[in-house]
């Protein structure tokens, strides 16, 4: 699987080449993993697609028009009681998602940025459909170690044959959902990123709009929105280049995420990227799962040396996150701070995926999957998160 896995990665690196020399380029969407494949080591959705840059609106500027469109099959773990909402630390829901996705996007350049070849100002616009069929974990029936042991149960135990409940409104009936969603977005860009190292600034704020009309064609329904803005400042005091070949780099990075997620009827699959869990590193996806959330993320990244395109690098950081307003599609309240601090070991293929393993120690907050007082965890990663 390992070597697939890189022959792929390699095939990927040709096909960008060959598109950098036309008026397509290739556009990544978002990979993810199953846990219960080969550990969560190999991808199992993939979202990728081409941006057609050939149609300049703004001379010296970049118009692009993109589709995207992704398929597979991935692991959902929650922790909320699917009736009234309240925190599990114990036996959560867990359950198998066969998705697919599809994404239109328009995007127009503004300025020159200080980093040549770089416009100042992107504003961006896109549309996003997906189709999400929820089922029960192939692994039902067997026991998993989560704060205790506890079997993967089936759906129908978890949460009842015909669900109505507004915890998770993309499982209710058939546990089907159709959804289309809006974003728009503004991007100041200032950073020069390299493969090994950065150095700049760069903020954007995104907003996403998923209306009930539009996402109830099925049992399973959306209707919520959501606001980022992020920034990410890096500096690398050392540099080693010789005869053009990168020898070694340090860099400093440090970025500022805030998030403001609400709605009537917020869907799993919204919850995933916004939950304070997510976003503070060595914790678990799908909790600490308020409205809001603050994040800092401080990186060391020492890379190198590189061999045509691949590289090693070793990743120190330490994560700062602050969580509060009611847990999603709940009256009840949160008020969270997580801290953490760990290292990545990581092989980066052309700077597009950082394949390696992340042990992180929690210093503030729970572990939710191996209990309170289970400082240590360990994963494989795809990437650097941010």
Not at 87 to 95: K, L, R, S
Not at 180 to 186: E, N, Y
Not at 239 to 254: A, K, M, Q, Y
Not at 299 to 320: T, Y
Request: glycine share 10%.
């Amino acid at each position: 699987m390992k070597r697939k896995l890189i022959a792929l990665l390699l095939v990927m690196s040709a096909v960008l080449s060959g598109l950098a020399a036309s008026d397509l380029e290739f556009v990544f969407g978002g990979l993810d993993q199953h846990a219960e494949v080969i550990g969560g080591f190999l991808p199992t959705f993939l979202k990728a697609g081409a941006g057609y840059n050939g149609a300049s609106i703004i001379e010296g500027n970049k118009t692009q028009i993109s589709f995207l469109a992704g398929g597979g099959y991935s692991q959902r773990k929650v922790w909320q009681n699917p009736v009234d909402g309240d925190v599990i630390f114990e036996n959560p829901v867990i359950y198998d998602t066969i998705r697919a996705e599809w994404e239109l996007g328009l995007s127009q350049g503004f300025g020159q940025s200080l980093v040549p070849g770089k416009d100042l100002v992107t504003f961006s616009f896109a549309y996003i459909g997906r189709y999400e069929k929820n089922v029960d974990s192939f692994k039902e029936g067997e026991i998993r170690d989560n704060n205790g042991d506890w079997r993967i149960s089936s759906l129908d135990e978890y949460i009842g044959k015909d669900y109505q409940g507004d915890i998770y409104p993309d499982l209710r009936g058939s546990r089907e959902h159709l959804g289309t969603s809006f974003s728009a977005g503004l991007l100041v860009d200032l950073m020069d990123s390299q493969k090994m190292y950065d150095n700049g600034f760069e903020a954007s704020v995104e907003a996403l709009w998923a209306p009930l009309a539009l996402n109830k064609a099925l049992d399973g329904v959306a209707d919520y929105y959501s606001l980022t803005f992020n920034a990410v400042a890096a500096w690398a005091p050392f540099i080693s280049v010789e005869n053009g070949r990168h020898w070694f780099s340090l860099t400093f990075i440090d970025r500022v995420n805030v998030n403001w997620t609400d709605g009537d009827e917020v869907p799993v699959y919204a919850q995933y990227d916004v939950s304070l869990g997510r976003k503070v590193r060595g914790f678990t996806s799908w909790t600490y799962n308020t409205q809001f959330t603050a994040v800092n993320n401080f990186d060391i990244r020492l890379a190198g040396p590189s061999v045509a395109g691949i590289f090693p690098r070793i990743n120190l950081f330490f994560d700062i996150g602050y969580g509060c307003g009611n847990y999603f599609n709940t009256e009840t309240e949160g008020d969270n701070l997580l801290m953490s601090t760990g290292v990545q070991f990581t092989v980066s293929f052309f700077d597009f995926i950082d394949l390696g393993y992340q042990v992180a120690y929690l210093f503030k907050g729970d572990n939710f999957v191996s209990g309170p007082e289970a400082n240590v965890t360990g994963r494989f990663t795809f990437f650097l998160d941010f």
